[in-house]
């Protein structure tokens, strides 16, 4: 059974910082794409940041560029980061980790494993 958990999340006031981890079980995504999304009350689900399948690729979402940064390291158990600096309240949202079995990784229907999430909010 494949599982990804992330862990992280929490209240931070507002130009804090907060690093979001994702851990794989079940399966390795070395070589797959895995993203952050998250997704905000009564909004879509959105797509943070994203690596391709050989990590030779990201895709940042323009609301966040120069502020998170994603990264990840390959191993029996593929973890899945996501720092996160000057925190601004629209970035307030539930934050889902992902992962592929494709070469398409930039959206969300690329993505077949999803964790449950972990929550962040920015306060001002």
């Known amino acids: 059974q494949v599982q990804l958990v992330e862990s992280g999340g929490g209240w931070v006031q507002s130009g804090g910082s907060l690093r979001l981890s994702c851990v794989a079980s079940g399966r390795t995504f070395n070589n797959d794409p895995m993203a952050w999304f998250r997704q905000a009350t009564g909004k879509q689900r959105e797509l943070v940041a994203a690596?391709?399948?050989?990590?030779?690729?990201?895709?940042t979402a323009n609301s966040v560029k120069g502020r998170f940064t994603i990264s990840k390291v390959n191993g029996k158990n593929t973890e899945l980061y996501l720092q996160m600096n000057s925190l601004k309240p629209e970035d307030t949202a539930t934050y889902y980790c992902a992962g592929g079995t494709g070469r398409q990784y930039t959206e969300a229907r690329n993505y077949d494993y999803w964790g449950q999430g972990t929550q962040v909010t920015v306060s001002s």
């Open positions: 690596l391709s399948g050989n990590s030779g690729s990201t895709s």
